[in-house]
């Protein structure tokens, strides 16, 4: 039995002739009589009820014309993952990535993926949320790795990856040492109505978790300090030149002594995953990196 000869018992039934089954193969209509007859002579049974207008499948044809389908079937989804293994590997990924990645080790999946994809070129540009998404937006990046904040622009897809939270930050021996709660270290947000804050700048996901928190508390934080990367806000916290909210993430990575707080009423952060544009269809290597990051997210959450 040949491929060949499932190709041209398929495409028979689905045009109802011989003659237009090899209009459409592009193959003179005897060679396609001569291939069924050959198959059902393998096969010891007749496939087709032959009249002079039309072909009709007997009992033993549609039995086999679901086999054959569901090969055929088989076969172009093969061909299609084969075709996508190799724009994977001659692809490039440009990535754009936040501070804050919650449990996500972003350089432990840039590995993996090179190790599997030796050949596709990885760029990785770090930076705040809002300047990656311009990138996106203007087809320098092909998917940011960020805090998925509320409000994401309709032209972007969301990938959710990983959860993250919100904690305070102060230096070590702050007054708010020994606070706790339930047998915790907490506090409410409320209480630091008259200290400095340390922020990103305005219109950064952080300045407005800390502004829209306050509100809900009651105040108006007093900013004293911006830095310009969250690593940037802990140094001037451990220093003594205010406190911070900080996504935990940051707060417990290697960094300069600060004392971590949890918030009675800590507002929400939002989750972590990859942002990719809705207009701009992703390539090959962009969407096998996306799976590896969600691989990755998933062994971790496991972890």
């Known amino acids: 039995m040949e491929l060949r000869q499932l190709v041209y018992f398929e495409a028979v039934v689905r045009h109802g002739g011989f003659s237009r089954a090899g209009e459409q193969l592009r193959v003179a209509q005897p060679a396609v009589s001569a291939q069924i007859r050959r198959l059902e002579a393998e096969l ?4 087709l009820r032959r009249t002079t207008r039309q072909v009709a499948l007997t009992e033993a044809g549609e039995l086999f014309l679901v086999r054959v389908r569901a090969v055929l079937d088989q076969l172009d989804l093969a061909r299609a993952e084969l075709s996508e293994l190799t724009a994977v590997l001659r692809g490039r990924v440009r990535i754009g990535a936040t501070p804050v990645l ?13 190790r599997r994809h030796p050949s596709v070129t990885l760029t990785l540009r770090t930076g705040l949320i809002a300047d990656l998404r311009d990138a996106l937006d203007s087809g320098e990046l092909d998917l940011v790795v960020g805090p998925l ?5 309709e032209s972007h897809l969301a990938h959710p990856l990983a959860e993250e939270s919100v904690v305070l930050a102060t230096a070590p021996g702050h007054r708010t040492a020994g606070r706790t709660a339930g047998g915790r270290r907490a506090i409410a947000l409320a209480d630091l109505r008259d200290e400095p804050f340390v922020c990103l700048p305005r219109g950064t996901g952080l300045r407005a978790i800390l502004t829209a928190a ?25 220093v003594g030149l205010g ?5 935990e993430s940051v707060a417990l990575a290697a960094g300069p002594a600060i004392d971590i707080l949890r918030l009675d009423d800590a507002p929400e952060h939002p989750p972590i995953g990859c942002i990719l544009p809705r207009r701009r269809a992703a390539n090959p290597a962009t969407r096998a990196f996306v799976q590896q990051l969600a691989d990755s997210a998933a062994g971790a959450g496991r972890g």
Not at 102 to 114: E, M, Q, W
Not at 216 to 225: H, N, T
């Open 243 to 247: 406190v911070a909210l900080l996504a």
């Open 102 to 114: 919650s449990t996500l080790d972003l350089p432990a999946a840039l590995a993996r993926f090179h």
């Open 214 to 238: 306050a509100a809900r508390a009651g105040f108006e934080p007093r900013i004293e300090f911006e830095a310009d990367t969250p690593a940037n806000v802990r140094e001037l916290v451990a």
């Open 44 to 47: 010891g049974t007749p496939l």
């Open 149 to 153: 904040h509320p409000g994401l622009a």
